[in-house]
């Protein structure tokens, strides 16, 4: 995605190691949680009823992804997946601590739990924690062989505590082809949809799925391909396995968990949110019709977002059909004139469960903290981002080392003429 600063990058990348990618969840009260440290409520102003139904734990854990950790978490105290929550997710290839619960588990049990490069380093009664309760994360994070890493201040000065609030890669998928699921299906080209998800062989990485998408998509063996689909590809597994019984294309989505196939709708908001915003920061117009404030850490609080407000922050659209027409900028409207869909088609009332009303977000992220130390090897950096902001796009600000492209995602769509729109829209 197209770079708010304009100095040349530090270059480097990260190595891949958990200990060069250091995350500490902001709690909602403001606490930034610290690595090997016991917690009471009081130390976090958690609230502890004596007659709350959840535990709420303190996870640390070390190349875990928050979601994989919990489940282990759950099974290990004999507990369904509906019983554990997290206020927010946190990536694998890290060293995390934040918030989490459970529900229908007294204290002690949790602090019981053993699991390998996990550790519950506090647990409490309470009401339950849910997505979104806390107010972001603060990161130290090692850039490996940087080139030019004296570059580094200039480009915090140039950036002076924002940059673009763009949604990253993994928003779209390994295969970038969320989007183009999420097209077909707002379009009710249900078997595209489903086939999409299932045969799509364009940056498939790993040579068996690679195999088994190819093979499925010339023999069209639903009920065969459970035998060669790897297994670690559940949600295609749950869509074969339905379609080896039933042809219903519709209900093969259903088949998985519906927070998988939200993906796919959320995929194509945030592709429309990118492609506005990449316009704006090509353009250097940030004018907006919304802005908000800050909320108590100094972070955006999109909630209070108000129309021809002048706040503190502009503020884009995650555009759903309850969206405000006259709240949408020119940007947004031409980005969906591209991909040939209106607010409306939001309302999915074939796979009503699907259907997206509409949200806000900030289009610049603030930064806290920002500061760098050299190394014989790299670059340590330091850095606070508010909740649903991405540390690789701000890293991407500092290293120019990132090659994702908007035309990647748009490459991928069934859109008429989409190479000539994709220049226009540029």
């Not at 708010?4 to 009260?29: A, Q």
């Not at 053993?114 to 997505?131: E, T, Y």
């Given at each position: 995605?197209?770079?708010?600063?304009?100095?040349?990058?530090?270059?480097?990348?990260?190595?891949?190691?958990?200990?060069?990618?250091?995350?500490?969840?902001?709690?909602?009260?403001g606490t930034e949680l610290q690595m090997n440290t016991r917690y009471s409520p009081a130390d976090l102003s958690e609230e502890n009823p004596t007659d709350g139904k959840f535990t709420t734990f303190v996870l640390q854990k070390k190349n875990w992804d928050t979601n994989s950790a919990i489940l282990e978490i759950a099974k290990k105290l004999r507990r369904g997946r509906k019983s554990v929550s997290y206020s927010g997710s946190k990536d694998k290839t890290s060293i995390s601590v934040q918030l989490a619960s459970i529900f229908g588990v007294k204290p002690e049990d949790v602090m019981?739990?053993?699991?390998?490069?996990?550790?519950?380093?506090?647990?409490?009664?309470?009401?339950?924690?849910?997505?979104?309760?806390?107010?972001?994360?603060?990161?130290t994070v090692k850039i490996s062989e940087t080139k030019n890493p004296e570059n580094a201040e200039k480009i915090f000065e140039e950036l002076n505590g924002r940059f673009p609030n763009y949604f990253d890669k993994q928003r779209f998928g390994y295969r970038l082809n969320?989007?183009?699921?999420?097209?077909?299906?707002?379009?009710?080209d249900m078997k595209g949809a489903v086939m999409s998800l299932l045969t799509d062989p364009e940056n498939e990485s790993n040579e068996a799925a690679r195999e088994a998408r190819e093979r499925l998509s010339m023999?069209?063996?639903?009920?065969?391909?459970?035998?060669?689909?790897?297994?670690?590809?559940?949600s295609e597994r749950s869509i074969l396995s339905y379609l080896s019984r039933f042809e219903n294309y519709t209900n093969a989505i259903r088949a998985m968990p519906r927070g998988v196939s939200l993906f796919f709708i959320h995929s194509v908001e945030s592709l429309i949110f990118n492609m506005a915003l990449e316009r704006m920061v090509r353009e250097n117009n940030f004018?907006?019709?919304?802005?908000?404030?800050?909320?108590?850490?100094?972070?955006?609080?999109?909630d209070s977002s108000k129309k021809d407000s002048k706040g503190i922050a502009p503020v884009g659209n995650l555009v759903g059909y309850e969206t405000n027409k006259e709240e949408i900028t020119d940007y947004e409207n031409e980005a969906m004139e591209f991909l040939g869909i209106t607010p409306e088609d939001f309302r999915i009332r074939h796979l009503p469960e699907l259907s997206m009303r509409g949200s806000k977000r900030s289009l610049m992220a603030p930064v806290k903290g920002l500061s760098s130390i050299r190394l014989e090897d790299g670059l340590t950096v330091n850095f606070s981002l508010q909740s649903g902001s991405y540390a690789t796009i701000l890293l991407n600000e500092i290293t120019k080392s990132s090659t994702f492209k908007l035309d990647d995602i748009l490459s991928m769509l069934d859109t008429e003429n989409s190479s000539q729109n994709a220049e226009r829209i540029k």
């Open positions: 995605m197209l770079t708010l600063s304009k100095y040349t990058g530090t270059g480097g990348y990260l190595k891949g190691d958990p200990e060069d990618f250091i995350v500490r969840e902001i709690t909602k009260n019981r739990i053993h699991i390998k490069d996990i550790s519950i380093n506090g647990a409490w009664q309470s009401n339950g924690l849910k997505l979104g309760d806390n107010l972001g994360n603060a990161f969320n989007p183009k699921i999420g097209m077909l299906i707002i379009r009710n023999e069209m063996d639903f009920k065969s391909a459970l035998s060669y689909f790897p297994r670690y590809l559940r004018e907006s019709t919304m802005y908000c404030d800050a909320d108590i850490y100094g972070f955006y609080n999109v």
